[in-house]
């Protein structure tokens, strides 16, 4: 038994059924195409929060490196504060030692002096210590 819709579905021309082959393939592309554009879209996204997260690390790492070489700096400038006090202690020091030991080699070469005028016109046996002088 042949029902109608039977006929009718017989009864469909090739055209008929070719249209409705291409708006389910173009749906298809559709669906396709969308889901190509979500991927990318997704990729995108997913790009730029790895090219994000990638300045963020590399930032950090400047900045860490960036406070050692402070550390290190600001250790080395004391060390060296350190050092130039020291020095300039040492250099105080020094220039004192030169100054006394000038004042006695300038006393010493009085003393000489002294000897050598009184030995010329005093008696040669007795010899005076011209640091006794009053």
Known sequence: MVTETDDK?????RSETDRDDKTYDSTTRMNADTNVEEALATASLAWAANMNRTYD???????ISARR???????LMSHAQQHHDAQQALGVQYMQSCIDTANLVNKQ????RDLAIHHEWGAHEQVDDPRDKK
């Open 9 to 13: 579905a017989r009864s469909r021309t």
């Open 57 to 63: 690390e590399f930032l950090e790492m400047s900045l």
């Open 69 to 75: 070489s402070q550390q290190h700096f600001d250790t």
């Open 109 to 112: 070469a009085v003393a000489h």
